[in-house]
C-alpha cells in the first residue's frame, strides 16, 4: 500500500503526542506507535496545545508550488542568460 502512496502522491497520517515545548520554541514530537521523537517550530501547533496532548499529522505534496517554483527559476534563468549574452546552446552565463 505504501507503494502506490508514493506514486499517486497520496497524503500520509501518523498520529504523534506533543511530549514538551522547549525555550527556544521548538516542540518535541513522539510519532507513532515507535516513540520516536522529532522536533518542529511550536507555531505550528494548534492553539491550545500542551503537554500530552495527540495530534494527528498529515504531509501531502504541493504540486502547485513546486510548479511555481520551477517557473520562477526558469524565467530567471532566461533573464541571467539574456543579461550574460549566453546563446541558446550555451549553459554558462554571468552573474
Keep these: 500500500m505504501a507503494e502506490e ?5 497520496k ?3 501518523t ?4 511530549d514538551r515545548v522547549e525555550d527556544g520554541g521548538r516542540a518535541v514530537l513522539e510519532l ?7 522536533e518542529v517550530p511550536a507555531a505550528l501547533l494548534p492553539e ?3 503537554d500530552g496532548d495527540h495530534l ?3 504531509v501531502a505534496l504541493d504540486k502547485g ?8 527559476i526558469k524565467s530567471l534563468r532566461e533573464r541571467l542568460e539574456r543579461r550574460g549574452g549566453a546563446t541558446p546552446d550555451q549553459k554558462d552565463f554571468k552573474l
Design 32 to 38: 507513532g506507535d515507535d516513540g520516536e521523537q522529532v
Design 5 to 9: 502512496s508514493e506514486k499517486t502522491g
Design 65 to 72: 508550488s513546486r510548479a511555481e517554483a520551477a517557473e520562477r
Design 15 to 18: 498520529r504523534a503526542t506533543l
Design 56 to 58: 494527528l499529522i498529515t
Design 11 to 13: 497524503p500520509k497520517r
Design 48 to 50: 491550545g496545545a500542551s
